[in-house]
């Protein structure tokens, strides 16, 4: 294994598998290691329809999914803590930041990923997420990593996401054609969310990846960014 990292800082099970599987699976794939935070259980979610499991379970169900996940996806590393699903914003950011950057500094990756400003979806706890890993990185000394926000261009997503990006601020495209069936997999072992998946990516349940990206997209914070648009490092 490299001793090269990408960190990938989200918010709920299934972010990753929706947001960027082909990229962690491309990395991976290719020797990195691979790290994601995920900030917490997605106990406020949906349970399925109908319900796999009761309320009270979600949280450790939603876990074990995405336990599932990352095996598939081919994850070195899941760090899941237990911040309230849905009420990021009631927490004191520092205390997030914090956490976010001393994951940062343990790992060393040479990569962070996290949601745009809007979130994509616009959900509270994606925004949260972006202002804390944002600060996260730009409190760092020494061995600063690059930051990309994983997007959705307004020419591919302006019909299915409530924020897209507009295409110009699109800085950087990962090819992930070969990897479909393994986010598929990824997906389908997000049971509970079946509805939400099926809604963005019709037929993944039952076993169809016709209708997943071939391509992932990102915008690098740093306008400096010199890296090539056809990678991330």
Avoid at 129 to 142: C, D, E, P, R, Y
Wanted: charged share 25%; proline share 8%; with cysteine.
């Amino acid at each position: 294994m490299s001793n090269r990292t990408l960190l990938w800082v989200f918010a709920h099970p299934d972010d990753e598998s929706f947001a960027c599987g082909g990229t962690i699976a491309r990395y991976a794939a290719n020797g990195w290691r691979t790290v994601l935070y995920c900030a917490t259980r997605g106990d406020a979610g949906s349970p399925g329809t109908p319900p796999l499991c009761t309320p009270e379970q979600l949280g450790d169900v939603r876990a074990d999914e995405l336990s599932r996940a990352a095996r598939v996806l081919g994850l070195d590393r899941v760090i899941l803590r237990d911040y309230g699903d849905g009420r990021l914003t009631q927490y004191p950011q520092n205390e997030l930041t914090r956490d976010i950057r001393q994951v940062i500094r343990e790992e060393k990756p040479e990569v962070v990923i996290t949601f745009p400003a809007e979130g994509i979806s616009g959900h509270p706890d994606h925004r949260v997420i972006h202002q804390a890993t944002v600060k996260a990185v730009q409190g760092l000394s020494q061995c600063v990593p690059r930051l990309y926000f994983v997007v959705i261009p307004g020419s591919v997503g302006r019909k299915s996401v409530p924020f897209p990006t507009p295409d110009d601020q699109v800085t950087h495209q990962i090819e992930v054609s070969p990897y479909r069936e393994q986010i598929m997999r990824a997906l389908q072992q997000h049971r509970t969310q079946h509805r939400s998946i099926e809604r963005v990516f019709p037929g993944v349940m039952q076993g169809e990846w016709k209708s997943l990206r071939t391509r992932e997209y990102y915008q690098a914070a740093n306008p400096a960014n010199d890296t090539p648009p056809d990678r991330l490092a």
